[in-house]
């Protein structure tokens, strides 16, 4: 069956939307595969925002603010975008990504409220 423009948009937009976060989490990606990755992270319990939100300020805003303001500025529009979805693009994404903790649907659900609040990007009102 051929896809409609509409859908081909989407997934083009998705793909976008993943691209944006591969250089967001680059410093982890990059590690996925090593063994002398930061044992602290495994110590990250993805259900305490707490602990995120510390291991994101620790490996991953540093690169953050490094990056141009225009690439800074097009991964807050793709946050914003997955904020407004229903999570499941961030699921299958943080999930894909062998982050360095949170190996269910429920971890990518509970962190990435911390992610989105870290890069300045603000939830939907859930009301």
Do not use: C, H
């Not at 495994?42 to 141009?68: H, N, Q, S």
């Amino acid at each position: 069956m051929r896809k409609t423009a509409n859908q081909r948009l989407a997934e083009r937009e998705a793909r976008a939307r993943q691209e944006l976060l591969d250089g967001l989490f680059d410093p982890w990606i990059g590690q996925a595969g090593k063994t002398d990755r930061p044992n602290r992270l495994d110590l990250v319990d993805p259900r305490e925002a707490d602990d995120v939100a510390l291991a994101l300020k620790a490996e991953i805003v540093g690169p953050f603010a490094e990056m141009t303001r225009e690439t800074q500025n097009r991964i807050r529009a793709a946050l914003t975008s997955l904020a407004a979805s229903d999570g499941t693009e961030f699921r299958e994404y943080w999930l894909d990504l062998r982050a360095p903790f949170g190996t269910t649907e429920q971890d990518a659900d509970a962190i990435f409220p911390v992610v989105a609040r870290t890069f300045g990007v603000k939830l939907p009102d859930p009301s």
